[in-house]
């Protein structure tokens, strides 16, 4: 049952061959026996996601049933959900009950989605490995000595270990797609303002996507069916026709112009990684694409503007957990000076507490011109070389990370040398752009993964290159060895 | 570049967190490593370029001005740490 894609679930729904509540109890039971080995979950809601399925069995039988009724997911631990703790990994908001629910929470329900439980991430997003969460580190099913990527990873490690068929996940800087890359799973980061962010508690607000993490591009598709959508109450939202991500998957991939940054393609990229995607790369060409060389000579400003410009909007952002309405609030303050630092240092942890710091150093009195003004004016930089590249080509390839996953602690006490691992996804999220990673083969049973960036709102493009990709090939239907 | 202690210990007030004392010098040497990666911005010159403030360099949404949330004061502080008729309660700031 934990290896039928959404498509083959939905069917099995529809033709009533098992019931949503016992495709529920199914998962719920493998969460149960195997998380304690993962750690994906932060909440596990067996009987909210029951009465879900219950009522998605009725929809079901009365017929007004839509392709995603009855099916379980699960839910990044940063979309506010309802009564529910909402924790974004941190102790600060360790006993934040959400009052209301985010908008993609919305338009699962409406779907007739259940919702399994809340995945584990690194604390207010901000992290590549998933150990800066307050509820300690996930491990990734393929290698349980290794981390899942972040800050989605307990998405990933969930979706990676067959503990849901899919979930949900947020992307500021590759916290979708870096993930994805090392659990050997698809996913995708929508064009900024596709999804709806109300409710999504909020890092870098100029950067911050929701998206879906999922087996294939046909899964990611139904999700992203779902999830995006113009939404009022998220003042950045587009104004975009409601789209069905699944109508050209299967169109052909002849005439497609790839380009290939010969940035992406440099020193940093480890050769077996390159070696794989080469592989990708002529399977791509046999399939009818064309391959171009292209040049996207900003990039190794990426990082650099990226420490600048997510900081920034996090120092600002974050300046709402003061310890008074909501979230951690320290024991006999001296005064309210003290509530407020106290609270803070004692509610973050140390990443989050570095990136508040850098950015109200960046956004202070005497430095905002040298640098959040000077980093979006590189900003503008990078986006202008995409536009540029689009002119040439349709869709560009690369690198999802220079390596696959790396060791629980190697990188923990190193910012710098974690931040790098961000290299080839930041971009995406400086521009705006919609990627997607997808699984592309493995380096000593670690999974890589492809990327694929589009223009702007070009999501069905890129789930059509992805779809007809997995259908020549198999490494979207690999499983970590023990999970089956 | 190095950052001073106090400049720091500054940093660290205007963000209001109090810092740990035996965590300082390693605060000190990762915020310092950081803007050393962010100095990389000056390899190039930006004079005359507009700032991307949006990434698709749409402007604010506008709507009518009127009413369209309804006032759930009660149910939001539910949640609050410390209230009392529907007030927040804090440490004395005027004596």
């Known amino acids: 049952m934990h290896n039928k894609t959404l498509s083959e679930l939905s069917q099995a729904l529809h033709l009533r061959e098992f019931s949503s509540v016992e495709l529920t109890h199914y998962f719920l039971d493998r969460i149960k026996r195997l998380d304690t080995h993962f750690n994906s979950f932060i909440t596990i809601t067996p009987d909210i996601a029951l009465a879900q ?175 995006a959508g113009f939404d009022s109450r998220d003042s950045t939202s587009l104004n975009h026709p409601k789209e069905d991500y699944t109508t050209h998957l299967n169109n052909s991939l002849a005439g497609l112009k790839i380009g290939l940054p010969k940035e992406y393609f440099s020193e940093g990229l480890y050769p077996e990684v390159n070696k794989v995607l080469d592989a ?73 507490k570095r990136r508040i710091m850098i950015g109200t150093y960046a956004l202070s009195a005497g430095y905002y011109d040298a640098y959040y003004l000077k980093a979006q004016k590189i900003r503008r930089l990078i986006r202008d070389d995409f536009v540029a590249a689009f002119k040439q080509v349709d869709v560009i390839l690369g690198p999802t990370t220079p390596t696959t996953a790396f060791k629980i602690g190697e990188k923990v006490n190193d910012p710098i040398t974690m931040y790098l691992s961000d290299i080839y996804t930041i971009s995406g999220n400086l521009a705006g752009l919609p990627a997607i990673s997808i699984p592309a083969g493995f380096v000593n049973q670690r999974p890589v993964g492809l990327q694929l960036i589009g223009n702007y709102l070009n999501e069905a493009r890129l789930l059509n290159i992805a779809h007809q990709y997995q259908r020549c090939t198999d490494w979207h239907r690999q499983s970590p060895p023990g999970v089956g | 570049m190095s950052l001073p202690k106090k400049e720091v210990e500054k ?85």
């Open chain 1, 53 to 227: 399925a219950l009522a998605a069995d009725e929809r079901l039988q009365s017929g007004d049933a839509t392709p995603l009724t009855g099916i379980p997911m699960a839910h990044k631990d940063i979309f506010c959900t309802q009564g529910i703790k909402t924790s974004c990994g941190s102790k600060m908001l360790d006993n934040f009950i959400a009052p209301y629910n985010a908008t993609v929470v919305e338009n699962c329900l409406a779907a007739g989605m259940v919702m399994l439980g809340k995945t584990n991430m690194d604390e207010f997003a901000m992290g590549s490995s998933n150990e800066t969460s307050y509820y300690g580190p996930v491990k990734n099913p393929w290698d349980t000595k290794t981390v899942p990527g972040g800050s989605s990873g307990g998405s990933a490690a969930a979706v990676a270990a067959r503990l849901t068929p899919i979930a949900t996940g947020t992307d500021t800087g590759g916290s979708i797609r870096q993930p994805a890359a090392f659990c050997g799973l698809t996913g995708l980061k929508p064009t900024y303002g596709l999804v709806s962010r109300y409710g999504m508690i909020a890092f870098a607000s100029s950067l911050d996507q929701g998206g879906p993490i999922g087996h294939s591009a046909e899964d990611v598709a139904l999700l992203l069916n779902a999830m």
């Open chain 2, 11 to 95: 940093i660290a007030h205007l963000a209001r967190i109090s810092l740990n004392e035996p965590d300082i010098s390693l605060d000190t040497r990762h915020l310092s490593d950081i803007l050393n990666l962010v100095e990389q911005m000056n390899s190039i010159d930006t004079t005359g370029i507009t700032p991307l403030a949006h990434p698709l360099d749409t402007v604010a949404r506008l709507r009518p001005d009127i009413v369209s949330e309804t006032n759930q004061r009660d149910h939001f502080q539910s949640i609050a740490p410390q209230i009392e008729a529907g007030l927040y309660l804090v440490p004395k700031v005027i004596e």
């Open chain 1, 280 to 352: 990708a790369r002529d399977q791509l060409e046999e399939v009818g694409a064309t391959l171009h060389e292209i040049h996207l000579p900003h990039t190794h400003l990426a990082v650099p503007i990226y420490y600048i410009i997510a900081p920034a909007e996090c120092s600002s952002n974050l300046s709402r957990y003061d310890g008074v309405r909501f979230g951690h609030r320290c024991d006999n303050p001296q005064d309210l000076i003290d509530l407020y630092k106290r609270s803070r240092a004692e509610g973050f942890g140390a990443e989050v």
